[in-house]
């Protein structure tokens, strides 16, 4: 098991009663009520089996400070940002481990922009809990919580009230499409978001019980069971989310994984076509696909470390039309700024519906590029490694601001510590499917001597 706790940009997450222990959540909860003065803080989780544990010692720690916490029960990860918006509260905390495997939990930050912690903020919150700093209340001045579920319909309503989406169009289409949840939180909303859009949904593992039943990274080879469905039901696609839908990825007609990179593609394809001469914001470890889609129309394009906190702030600094990470994940800011699957699934039925084509014809119009991802152990000799590949690939352009990113005219690669788990991750990029394992491999035998 993971003994140690990851502390990062993305919160903390660890293996619950491993790592991630009731204390460690009353101390980081604690001090982030602190860190909100006493205010209004909006919290939600995802439907793992050790959610409902983890609420009510986050709901403890921060009524401990003096906050009055509107507690959201299980919904997306997105919808607490939306909330913490809306409500104008001081903060909010998601009580998920996002696409990390079942035995794991974390604790999401989030400002009062709405959107997570930048890492200025995660410096003062981490100052309070090392510092053990924080500022409790006597009992007359404890704070209070109030429990609204209204919030996933709402999330919902702006969604179909956008700009960018025509639902009149959409429902005389009458897709078929057949959704996996993941038994995450995606069961609480994403099949009304479907069916308000007039689709026939085939509900597949949406039941919000956190039993997972495959690997809930939305990645190719998690999907066989969606697939497999697709393929039955004859539908227009499938659509997958992870546990605290801020991920999508799609399945085409003919029951064949895209790919996680092809949702933001699509996505930003889409977007571009309407409003050119505008600027994407995507990380380090997306796709050129994005690269030549913003080519086409005359934008540009942004590359921030990865994590959703990192694109957001800067698609928000600049003012970007559409953002996102190559995980599957899509920011509108006019929407919000924050990783959301409901919006992706929407942009994707809406482009749907107005080209009139399948959703394979949609991909393969999309620029050609064969991504391979891995993971590895992190070594002791990691970043004498890292050196080495620099002076292996020295002939191209060297990007180390997020672990290492080297480009070269025909393909790219990066190597960097996970956010999210003890892991090395691997990617390259290249114009054939052998090409891109054939750097994967390269890589691997450098990092592993």
């Known amino acids: 098991m993971q003994k140690e706790l990851m502390v990062g940009i993305s919160g903390i997450r660890g293996v619950v009663g491993e790592s991630l222990t009731p204390d460690i959540v009353l101390k980081y909860s604690s001090a982030f009520g602190h860190l909100c003065r006493s205010g209004k803080v909006v919290v939600g989780r995802d439907s793992r089996v050790s959610g409902e544990m983890i609420r009510s010692i986050v709901i403890a720690g921060l009524i401990s400070t003096g906050c009055q916490v509107i507690d959201l029960g299980i919904c997306a990860t997105p919808t607490v940002g939306i909330a913490v918006e809306g409500l104008k509260a001081k903060g909010g905390i998601i009580i998920t481990a996002s696409h990390n495997p079942i035995q794991w939990n974390a604790l999401k930050f989030v400002g009062p922009d709405g959107i997570f912690l930048s890492p200025e903020e995660n410096r003062k919150l981490l100052d309070l809990v090392s510092g053990d700093r924080i500022k409790y209340q006597l009992w007359n001045k404890l704070g209070i919580i109030d429990f609204d579920n209204s919030w996933s319909r709402k999330h919902i309503e702006n969604i179909l009230k956008l700009k960018h989406i025509n639902v009149t169009k959409i429902k005389q289409k009458k897709f078929r499409v057949v959704l996996d949840c993941c038994n995450g939180a995606g069961g609480i909303v994403s099949p009304d978001l479907l069916k308000d859009m007039g689709c026939d949904v085939i509900e597949l593992n949406c039941k919000p019980d956190g039993m997972f039943p495959h690997d809930p990274e939305p990645t190719p080879k998690n999907l066989y069971s969606l697939c497999q469905s697709v393929k039955k039901h004859h539908a227009d696609l499938g659509l997958a989310n992870d546990p605290d839908v801020d991920r999508l990825a799609i399945v085409s007609e003919k029951g064949i994984p895209l790919g996680e990179e092809v949702t933001l593609a699509l996505a930003t394809k889409f977007i571009l076509n309407r409003k050119s001469n505008s600027s994407v914001v995507v990380n380090l470890s997306t796709s050129r696909m994005i690269d030549d889609i913003a080519k086409q129309f005359n934008s540009r394009v942004y590359r921030t ?145």
Do not use: C
């Open 305 to 449: 470390k990865v994590g959703e906190a990192h694109v957001a702030r800067k698609l928000k600094e600049i003012k970007g039309v559409i953002g996102g990470e190559g995980n599957g994940g899509v920011i509108l800011p006019d929407l919000h700024y924050g990783r959301d699957a409901l919006v992706g699934m929407a942009l994707i039925l809406e482009y749907l519906a107005e080209s009139g084509k399948s959703i394979s014809q949609l991909a393969s119009e999309l620029p050609q590029y064969f991504v391979v991802k891995e993971k590895a152990r992190i070594n002791k000799n990691f970043e004498r490694n890292l050196t080495r590949l620099k002076r292996k690939y020295s002939r191209g352009k060297i990007n180390s601001s997020d672990g290492l990113r080297i480009d070269y005219d025909d393909f790219w690669l990066q190597v960097r510590k996970s956010n999210t788990e003890p892991q090395v991750r691997i990617i390259a990029e290249a114009r054939s499917q052998k090409e891109a394992s054939n750097l994967i491999t390269e890589v691997q035998k450098i990092l592993n001597s």
